[in-house]
């Protein structure tokens, strides 16, 4: 089966932990995304990679790091720096950044 | 001003009847515009892509587009109960898809 995997699907921290969330794909896309949506908002984009061992930030990278060492994997970490990291974080990948998007089934973060 | 704008909602529409979400954007040399369908607690999914001016048809869903104007919709026939949702426009601009807010669409039986 073809697709985009995140794990876990739901998160609980503490605050003051980094935390890292997973996502792969196998896809083959050159593209992958990482989004975060709010209740009742829109999507945010944190970071996004077109090649492997590339990244460039989006509207709201600030206290989130992420790396691209491999086509199929993305990870972000939520770093303590964040000041409001509960959210649903979802990650999307594409095969160039004009075409579709698509999404992986995301992770709920919740940092109390 | 936003760069990609959408009607929250919510859109009421009784069931049996076409559903009309619009879409206004602000890069004018945009190129690729999506539709995105996003059910509550969910990962949006992708339902119409549209690359050229006018009309695109896929099943009940279709979708027009308006570079001139700035402006995609997206029509559904026959609504039904499963369309309830809220759906997303979608703008590619600057090596980027920019994401409207969405619209709550729901309908009524």
Redesign the interface.
Known sequence: DGGITQSPKYLFRKEGQNVTLSCEQNLNHDAMYWYRQDPGQGLRLIYYSQIVNDFQKGDIAEGYSVSREKKESFPLTVTSAQKNPTAFYLCASSTSPSYEQYFGPGTRLTVT | QKEVEQNSGPLSVPEGAIASLNCTYSDRVS??F?WYRQYSG?????IM?IYSNGDKEDGRFTAQLNKASQYVSLLIRDSQPSDSATY?C?V?SA???I????TRLSIRP
């Open positions: 190129q690729s999506f969910k990962s949006p999914e992708l892509s997303l979608a590619h090596s980027k898809i994401f409207g807010s969405g």
